[in-house]
C-alpha cells in the first residue's frame, strides 16, 4: 500500500479520553463534521467528571462539556452545549472498528475494550490543554492549539483531499 493512499474508513470510530469533557469531544464533533452519518462516531472517558449542583431541577447532574471547549468549538461552528460526558460503560454500544485514544490512560482500556474483538486501536497522544494557567486569551489558545492538532490529525487519517474539519468552519467563524 503505497504512504499517498489513506487506511479503508472505519464504519464507526470511538474517541476516548479521561472525563469525556475536553479531546474526545472535539475529536467526536470534528470528525462527524468531516464525514457527516458516513461513519458512526462517539466518545467516552475513563470516568465521569464531578457532579454539580442544577439548581433548576434541584439535582446534583454531571458536568458538561468544558466551557472553554464550549467557547473553541462554537468559533467553527460546533455547538457542544448538549453533550453530557459518558465513560466506556455508558456507551451505548461498543461495536467500533476503530478506537482512538487520547491519553495513556484511555490507551489502556481501549486495549481491554477490543480484546477479542475485530477492533483496531490507534494512539494519539494529546496534549491536556486544562493544565495552562494564566489569562483567559492564554488558556483559549491551548484549547484551540488542541482543537487544532486534531482537526489536521482527523483529516489526515479520515479525510479525502479536501478541507479539514476546521476549514469547514462557517465564514467568518475564525
Same mark, same amino acid.
Given at each position: 500500500? +503505497?504512504?499517498?493512499?489513506?487506511?479503508?474508513?472505519?464504519?464507526?470510530? =470511538?474517541? !476516548? %479520553?479521561?472525563?469525556?469533557?475536553?479531546? +474526545?469531544?472535539?475529536?467526536?464533533?470534528?470528525?462527524? /463534521?468531516?464525514?457527516?452519518?458516513?461513519?458512526?462516531? @462517539?466518545? %467516552?472517558? =475513563?470516568?465521569?467528571? !464531578? #457532579?454539580?449542583?442544577?439548581?433548576? +431541577?434541584?439535582?446534583?447532574? !454531571?458536568?458538561?462539556?468544558?466551557? &472553554?471547549?464550549?467557547?473553541?468549538?462554537?468559533?467553527?461552528? %460546533? @455547538?457542544?452545549?448538549?453533550?453530557?460526558?459518558?465513560?466506556?460503560?455508558?456507551? *451505548?454500544?461498543?461495536? &467500533?472498528?476503530?478506537?482512538?485514544? #487520547?491519553?495513556?490512560?484511555?490507551?489502556?482500556?481501549?486495549? *481491554?475494550?477490543?480484546?477479542?474483538?475485530?477492533?483496531?486501536?490507534?494512539?494519539?497522544?494529546?496534549?491536556?490543554?486544562? =493544565?495552562?494557567?494564566?489569562?483567559?486569551?492564554?488558556?483559549?489558545? !491551548?484549547?484551540?492549539?488542541?482543537?487544532?492538532?486534531?482537526?489536521? /490529525?482527523?483529516? *489526515?487519517?479520515?479525510?479525502?483531499?479536501?478541507?479539514?474539519?476546521? @476549514?469547514?468552519?462557517?465564514?467568518?467563524?475564525?
Amino acid at each position: 500500500m +503505497s504512504a499517498d493512499v489513506p487506511p479503508p474508513q472505519p464504519g464507526a470510530v =470511538l474517541f !476516548a %479520553c479521561n472525563l469525556n469533557q475536553v479531546r +474526545s469531544p472535539m475529536a467526536e464533533a470534528l470528525l462527524k /463534521r468531516l464525514v457527516g452519518d458516513r461513519i458512526y462516531v @462517539d466518545s %467516552c472517558g =475513563l470516568k465521569l467528571p !464531578a #457532579l454539580m449542583h442544577d439548581a433548576v +431541577s434541584d439535582e446534583d447532574v !454531571a458536568a458538561g462539556v468544558d466551557p &472553554f471547549v464550549e467557547a473553541v468549538m462554537a468559533e467553527i461552528g %460546533c @455547538d457542544l452545549a448538549g453533550h453530557r460526558p459518558k465513560t466506556f460503560d455508558g456507551l *451505548e454500544d461498543s461495536s &467500533f472498528d476503530l478506537v482512538v485514544s #487520547l491519553t495513556p490512560e484511555a490507551q489502556h482500556r481501549a486495549v *481491554e475494550l477490543a480484546r477479542g474483538r475485530a477492533a483496531d486501536i490507534e494512539y494519539w497522544p494529546t496534549a491536556d490543554p486544562t =493544565l495552562i494557567d494564566g489569562s483567559r486569551q492564554a488558556r483559549l489558545e !491551548a484549547y484551540r492549539e488542541v482543537r487544532d492538532v486534531l482537526a489536521r /490529525r482527523i483529516a *489526515e487519517r479520515f479525510g479525502r483531499p479536501g478541507p479539514s474539519p476546521i @476549514d469547514l468552519a462557517p465564514h467568518g467563524a475564525l
